[in-house]
């Protein structure tokens, strides 16, 4: 049974059915197997974030859940936002505040904020910094990300503060 | 890094979980939300030859209203503790000890089950567990037994679990009707274990003390129920005498450990000053009493 298991699932909204090996992590089957290599891998044990992902519509570290056990769920990264040509508007909110250096954190704070952006109305700052606060980022200093989540919670209707 | 290499088993029931437990003869290992056992295969501190998927038996994440408490299923997941509304009802301090656990897309995935038999020295569950005398409900392949929550808890990162038993569910008790609470921690950032957390309830009759309960955690290698701290407060209102008194014998009581995090005598002095926070917040929730 180490052999390899039939992994059946949707990533962004694309069936696939794969064999795959009981300990491979869902990032490395992300990035390695299907070449989504949108979702970044930093520390492998569940402290930085950037291998957030939407598992079921709740944002889960993917380097801390088997591929396997992803078996029947549907998957969202960050390649099911936006596109390059056309960012979804949280992406464009991110560019517009400057919520982004070297990139490495943000399809993690992308996933984490879409997440926040689907079960809150609206967030007051330290309800965000806190529903951010498990995503590491080593360059912007946390101040244009707020703001540019803030801003995409004004967009929904709430005042986001 | 990677996981080692091991079987795997997504059990459909209990009985199969835990037949598949006792075949492995301790080489499994069961894995819930993986938030706890992900690192450790990660960083491979475990290698079991066989893991034990929980994570799909249908029916274990429920959190019910029963004649006893809120039963919660071992799969629910630590964010359906911190959003529930029965959980916000009858036992507000429970949801507000969950914001206190990692972060979001942790809580997300990992249960109740997965954190009660981690027994994490500083994990928030086990010390709610054992602040409300919580019970948890275990099967093995030849029974089911209960067991109190002060009873499980037996070290660090150890419980009363046999190795092919899982727990299925824990009831927590209603506070009773005017019990005020208080919960609080310290850590070093948001989301990090606690360097030392205090958590209390106190019903009163008039101004009287009726009923206090005092529980710690990060203090020592379990959590702990100080029972002379909360025989002190009992009789009487509570005074800054006491809350002085209960701070001094929760200090007494605990055994901290020194790491990068914190030194022993921090951790010490912190649970003194938590410890009398949590007794004047729990005094200031209740009705019927009080500062
Ligand atoms: C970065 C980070 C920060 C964290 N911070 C905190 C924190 O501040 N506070 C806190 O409390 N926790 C924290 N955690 C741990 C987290 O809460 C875990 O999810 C939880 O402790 C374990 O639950 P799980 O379902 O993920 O268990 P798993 O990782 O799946 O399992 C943990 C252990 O329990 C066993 N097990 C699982 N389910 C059962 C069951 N039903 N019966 C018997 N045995 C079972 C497994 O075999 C394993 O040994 C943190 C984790 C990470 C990665
Ligand atoms: S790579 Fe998953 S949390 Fe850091
Ligand atoms: S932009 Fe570089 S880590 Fe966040």
């Known amino acids: ?161 | 890094m990677k996981p080692p290499a091991f079987d795997y088993i997504a059990a459909t029931s209990v009985e199969d979980a835990v037949a598949a437990l006792a075949r492995s003869e301790g080489e499994g290992k069961l894995i819930a939300g993986g938030q706890s056992l992900m690192p450790m295969l990660n960083f491979r501190l475990a290698g079991p030859a066989v893991l034990i998927d929980v994570g799909r038996i249908a029916g274990l994440d429920g959190i019910e209203e029963t004649d006893e408490g809120l039963t919660v299923g071992a799969l629910a997941r630590h964010a359906a503790l911190e959003t529930s509304p029965g959980v916000a009802k009858h036992l507000p301090v429970l949801a507000e000890a969950m914001r206190h656990v990692a972060h979001l897309a942790i809580r997300n995935r990992g249960t109740i089950g997965g954190s009660l038999s981690h027994a994490d020295p500083a994990a928030e569950l086990p010390l709610m567990a054992v602040l409300l005398d919580a019970v948890l409900h275990i099967t093995g392949p030849e029974e089911s037994r209960e067991v109190p929550a002060e009873e499980f808890f037996i070290g660090a990162l150890t419980t009363d679990l046999e190795d092919e038993e899982m727990v299925t569910a824990v009831t927590f008790p209603y506070l009773p009707a005017g019990c005020g609470w208080g919960f609080e921690e310290v850590s070093r950032r948001s989301g990090d274990f606690a360097l030392a957390a205090a958590a209390a309830t106190l019903s009163f009759e008039g101004s009287v003390i009726s009923e206090a309960r005092l529980a710690v955690t990060g203090v020592d290698d379990l959590p702990l129920r100080i029972s002379e701290a909360e025989e002190g407060l009992m009789g009487g209102e509570l005074t800054e005498e006491k809350i002085s008194a209960a701070a001094e014998s929760v200090q007494a009581s605990v055994n901290p450990n020194s790491d990068a995090q914190a030194s022993a005598d921090y951790r010490r002095h912190l649970i003194g000053v938590l410890t009398a926070r949590v007794l004047r917040a729990a005094a200031a929730r209740a009705t019927g009493g009080g500062l």
């Open chain 1, 1 to 161: 049974m180490s052999g390899k298991h039939r992994l059946q699932l949707r990533v962004n909204g694309v069936a696939h059915d794969r064999e795959v090996e009981p300990r491979l992590l869902l990032s490395d089957f992300l990035r390695d197997e299907l070449d989504l290599t949108g979702t970044h891998v930093g520390c492998e044990h569940g402290v930085c974030g950037a291998c957030t992902v939407l598992l079921n519509g709740d944002s889960v570290r993917s380097c801390l859940c088997l591929a396997i056990q992803a078996e029947g769920s549907e998957v969202t990264t960050v390649e099911g936002l936006g596109s390059v040509d056309q960012l979804n508007s949280l992406q464009e909110k991110f560019r517009e505040h400057h919520a982004l250096q070297c990139g490495f954190c943000t399809p993690g704070m992308l996933m984490t904020a879409t997440d926040l952006l689907s079960k809150n109305k609206q967030m007051s700052d330290e309800e965000l910094r806190e529903g951010l606060s498990g995503n590491l980022c080593r360059c912007t200093g946390y101040e244009h990300i707020v703001s540019a989540v803030r801003a995409a919670f004004a967009d929904k209707g709430g005042d986001g503060s």
